[in-house]
């Protein structure tokens, strides 16, 4: 759950918890992060006024980095031996409120020789390395693909030789009941993906993401088919990007009671200390709501909609277990046909994370609408068409937070479904606000100083969720209607995430020169490995302020300043199944 450990008031907190919070404090103090925050600095002199993206730029695409500093011009040299390739002229600078930045863009466009380069600015220094290349983000789909690996719950874990000591041993193998569940005794429900930062699992959260990493393979699976992951499925027949999403899948099917509905989560009843995942001996729990019908409808109906999308694409690959999806999701469509709003809260003495939502409605809309794909049948339809309406508004500004908030998914899901009997008027109308919406994120991402499509309200807890989230409407609405502005705009996100910020920080863990060191990530902060796992995305800026290190950054920052690459930061630096999704699904759209 990505907002872990310390949001529970003062007063609730146990002696263990105190005891870790001093423990991060003595940790953010210590010489070794003191040490971090300087890094930037002296690596490459330049490195941190000189925005690019680390991972690089398209051969063939718009090419453009920023420099927060005051100069004319920039030369683009060769990393080998540093010869010139090219000289530009710096734009005038812009002001970018969000950051307090003034910075200046270096466009080197119409550079079209692949390798690896720096920018230079005289007087200024140099920028960290990149390349210009075919197929850039290729290893930065690989690398993110493989942190859902590294997340894998109940199971050995080992990156092999690429990431020596990158490994443990299986964790969480027994599991029971609690007795909000409705139920007693043993239930060890194996597998999954830890949420987070925790080692959590739980299946709101799950719903998105697997969806998420489904959808991407039904749009670019031409692409993604012959990628290999090293993954123990790696070679079986199926492509791996399916095998990973299945470990995860797997595990959602095993959370559905026999009538047909899903607990919401399987957690232990508060959070575990920094340990390994095989060191984490709190009992792991299958946690309901406390009264009948203990299963919650937002769990049911996600696992619905997954349920239906798993129908479509592991058929060609496994008819039997697609059939079984099929199965899971017709029961757990019925179940909340039946139970059509049971929200969940945490029950007495359980602090995990909790997915809460008010409204179940906007799954139910999506589990309808995947259905309806999945299968064509009428009532499916129906209801989509009895209650799409109301949530057409969810396209015109994007909901930020994705988990709870699946309307958007239903409403696309149902046009890019290209299915004979879709209402003329229901698609017209999702085609045309996508497109609207599409349009307008372009326009801003434009005239954004750092060429972002965030605005000073999108710096939230998983802000760089958003930015991916942004990339993945313009990608969708490409789908919809090719348009060469949506790719590039969708990019420039990507660009973002990547280096191109005020930071001048990949917030992708073990990618680009300078990445992100302290993830609020169990595992990575475990102190077993040299450092953070490979492939994560860090939560990002937060105006909101949600901890103690945020809490102590001056008062005067601009939000998306707001941010700490520290361990204890769990409301920016924590890493997430949800927002890592989102990131799989812009690379994808990216590759080649
Ligand atoms: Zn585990």
Not at 346 to 368: H, Q
Not at 577 to 582: E, F, G, K, L
Request: hydrophobic fraction near 40%.
């Amino acid at each position: 759950m990505y907002c872990s450990l310390l949001l529970s008031p003062l007063s609730s907190r146990s002696g263990r918890e105190w005891f870790l919070l001093l423990a991060l404090a003595a940790l953010l103090f210590s010489p070794f992060f003191l040490a971090r925050a300087s890094e930037g600095e002296t690596t490459a002199s330049g490195g941190v006024a000189i925005k690019v993206d680390q991972v690089g730029y398209p051969v063939n695409g718009p090419k453009v980095a920023l420099v927060d500093a005051t100069a004319e011009t920039f030369v683009l040299k060769r990393s080998s031996d540093g010869a010139v390739v090219f000289h530009g002229k710096l734009a005038p600078a812009e002001l970018d409120s969000d950051t307090g930045d003034k910075v200046q863009a270096a466009d080197f466009s119409s550079f079209r020789q692949p390798g690896k380069y720096y920018l230079e600015v005289p007087g200024v220094g140099r920028s960290w390395n990149f390349e210009v290349g075919t197929n850039v983000y290729q290893r930065a789909y690989y690398l993110a693909m493989r942190g859902f690996y590294g997340q894998r719950c109940g199971t050995v874990v080992d990156l092999g030789p690429e990431f020596p000591g990158y490994s443990h041993p299986a964790c969480h193998l027994h599991g029971e009941f609690h007795a909000s569940s409705g139920a007693r005794g043993e239930r060890d429900n194996v597998g999954g993906w830890h949420d987070a930062g925790d080692y959590g699992r739980y299946v709101v959260n799950s719903g998105v993401s697997t969806g998420t990493l489904l959808w991407a393979w039904e749009m670019y699976g031409q692409k993604l088919k012959g990628i290999s992951l090293h993954i123990p499925e790696t070679g079986n027949g199926t492509p791996d990007i399916l095998n990973e999403a299945r470990w995860n899948l797997a595990w959602m099917l095993k959370m559905q009671d026999d009538d047909g509905g899903a607990w919401h989560k399987q957690t232990s009843e508060h959070f575990s200390g920094f340990v390994a995942p095989q060191d984490d001996t709190l009992p792991s729990e299958v946690i309901g709501t406390g009264t009948a019908p203990y299963k919650s409808t937002c769990a049911t109906a996600d696992l619905a909609a997954v349920g239906a999308i798993a129908a479509r694409v592991y058929k060609p690959f496994d008819a039997k277990f697609a059939e079984q999806a099929l199965d899971a999701a017709r029961k757990a469509w019925a179940w909340t046909e039946k139970n059509p709003d049971v929200t969940f809260k945490n029950p007495a003495g359980v602090s995990t994370g909790e997915y809460g939502d008010s409204s179940c409605k906007d799954e139910r809309l999506w589990a309808a609408a995947e259905l309806w794909r999945a299968t064509g049948e009428a009532s499916y339809n129906e209801f989509f068409l009895q209650n799409y309406e109301e949530y057409l508004p969810s396209l015109d500004a994007p909901p930020l937070e994705d988990w709870n908030a699946l309307a958007p998914m239903a409403l696309r899901t149902y046009v890019l479904a290209k299915r004979k009997g879709a209402d003329v008027k229901a698609t017209q109308a999702i085609r045309e606000r996508t497109l609207a919406s599409a349009h307008a994120i372009v326009e801003r991402t434009r005239t954004n100083p750092y060429r972002v499509s965030m605005q000073t309200k999108d710096y939230i807890w998983g802000s760089n969720g958003v930015a991916a989230e942004y990339g993945m409407d313009l990608l969708i609405a490409n789908e919809l209607h090719p348009e060469k502005s949506f790719v590039d705009a969708s990019r420039d996100n990507l660009h973002y995430l990547l280096g191109r910020n005020t930071f001048s920080l990949s917030w992708v863990t073990q990618l680009g020169e300078h990445s992100f060191q302290h993830p609020h990530h169990r595992p990575s902060g475990s102190g077993k490995q040299s450092g953070p796992w490979p492939g994560l995305l860090s939560g990002g800026p937060n105006a909101g302020r949600q901890d103690a290190v945020l809490a102590a950054l001056p008062k005067d920052l601009p939000p998306a300043k707001v941010y700490a690459d520290q361990l204890a930061s769990y409301a920016s630096n924590e890493i997430a199944i949800n927002w890592q999704a989102s990131l799989v699904f812009l690379l994808a759209g990216q590759l080649r």
